[in-house]
């Protein structure tokens, strides 16, 4: 059963700092790893998606990494901003690549920036 | 930007009564799921839909939980007799395919 774990469970850095936020999972037969954004009481927002085929994406200030044969992704925040204040997740969808697999979140990362 | 919309967003109920969500995923998507998430722990996955008929579900998905599309625009789940550990922030979201998922903005569910 694949689990997700989610590395630190929170963090508390000043603005304007550079940060990685990690997530390992126990079977590297995934399809694709998605980054989400909850902010409190609200949905998930989608922030990155990388295929199993792929080492990185890209979307402004945020850079996702993935290395599946041990298992594990990286989440690099360029010049934090206290509107980055949030949870960030980690999903993984599981290797059959069909549309209606569920994917296996981690706990998250409890992320504030400090103006 | 489409988005998917979720109705109510707060619900309180008593134990045993039946409860239904509703969900309006994006028009053009072909998937759609349900999830929860009880307070401090992981996003969990429920079911997914496809072509009119529940595709995966967990071993949450018990007989208590149903999922219907009742017209071209609307997807529920129900749940038939409420628990006390029913209550949680139940999302759903909805993809083209195997890609990205859309999540909508949650219904809270309380159960008294």
């Known amino acids: 059963k694949q689990e997700v774990t989610q590395i630190p469970a929170a963090l508390s850095v000043p603005e304007g700092e550079n940060l990685v936020l990690n997530c390992s999972f126990t079977?590297?037969?995934?399809?694709?790893l998605q980054w989400f954004r909850q902010d409190p009481g609200k949905g998930l927002t989608s922030l990155l998606l990388?295929?199993?085929?792929?080492r990185e994406q890209t979307s402004g200030r945020l850079n996702a990494s993935l290395d599946k044969s041990s298992g594990r992704s990286t989440l690099y925040i360029a010049a934090s901003q206290p509107g980055d204040s949030a949870t960030y997740l980690c999903?993984?969808?599981?290797?059959?690549?069909?549309?209606?697999?569920?994917?296996?979140f981690g706990k998250g990362t409890h992320l504030i920036i400090q103006p | 930007e489409p988005e998917v919309t979720q109705t109510p967003s707060h619900q309180v109920t008593q134990m045993g009564q039946e409860v239904i969500l509703r969900c309006v995923p994006i028009?053009?998507?072909?998937?759609f799921y349900w999830y929860r998430q009880i307070l401090g722990q992981k996003v969990e996955f429920l079911v997914s839909?496809?072509?009119?008929?529940?595709?995966?579900k967990s071993e949450i998905f018990d007989d208590q939980f149903s999922v219907e599309r009742p017209d071209g625009s609307n997807f529920t789940l129900k749940i038939r007799s409420t628990k006390l550990e029913d209550s949680a922030m139940y999302f759903c979201?909805?993809?083209?395919?195997?890609?990205?998922?859309?999540f909508g903005a949650g219904s809270r569910l309380t159960v008294l």
């Open positions: 979201a909805s993809s083209f395919g195997a890609n990205v998922l859309t």
């Open positions: 079977d590297s037969a995934i399809y694709n």
């Open positions: 990388i295929q199993s085929s792929q």
């Open positions: 999903a993984v969808r599981p290797y059959s690549g069909g549309g209606a697999d569920g994917l296996t």
């Open positions: 028009s053009n998507h072909l998937y």
């Open positions: 839909f496809y072509n009119n008929e529940i595709s995966e």
